[in-house]
Nanobody
Framework: QVQLVESGGGLVQPGGSLRLSCAAS????????MRWYRQVPGKQREWVAT???????TYADSVKGRFTISRDNAKNTVYLQMLSLKPEDTAVYYC???????????????WGQGTQVTVSS
């Protein structure tokens, strides 16, 4: 069974930093594009950043220049380094990955369980 397991969330003061991790575990053939999203209760899930299998990256305007997405293909892990955090960054952060389970499978969409990030003094 394929799972995305996130870690690294927590409580941080404004201006602080956190690094989120999301590791793909289980049996699969390849991992493609990986993304981070976030969601505040009562609001729609918001896209944060994307990294392709070739490590090309894109960011939402709200985090550009403060957040960095990266990946370690050997560990099937994606990271989100968050700097200069603001109270409005408070949300549950979810990772998303496109995986192929076998050589003959189609691409499937997987989500992590979410990790809470709270920015508050």
């Amino acid at each position: 069974q394929v799972q995305l397991v996130e870690s690294g969330g927590g409580l941080v003061q404004p201006g602080g930093s956190l690094r989120l991790s999301c590791a793909a575990s289980g049996s699969f053939f390849s991992v493609g594009t990986m993304r981070w999203y976030r969601q505040v209760p009562g609001k729609q899930r918001e896209w944060v950043a994307t990294i392709t299998s070739a490590s090309s990256t894109t960011y939402a305007d709200s985090v550009k220049g403060r957040f960095t997405i990266s990946r370690d293909n050997a560990k099937n892990t994606v990271y989100l380094q968050m700097l200069s955090l603001k109270p409005e960054d408070t949300a549950v952060y979810y990772c998303n990955a496109l995986l192929v389970r076998t050589r003959y499978s189609t691409v499937e969409d997987y989500w992590g369980q979410g990790t809470q990030v709270t920015v508050s003094s």
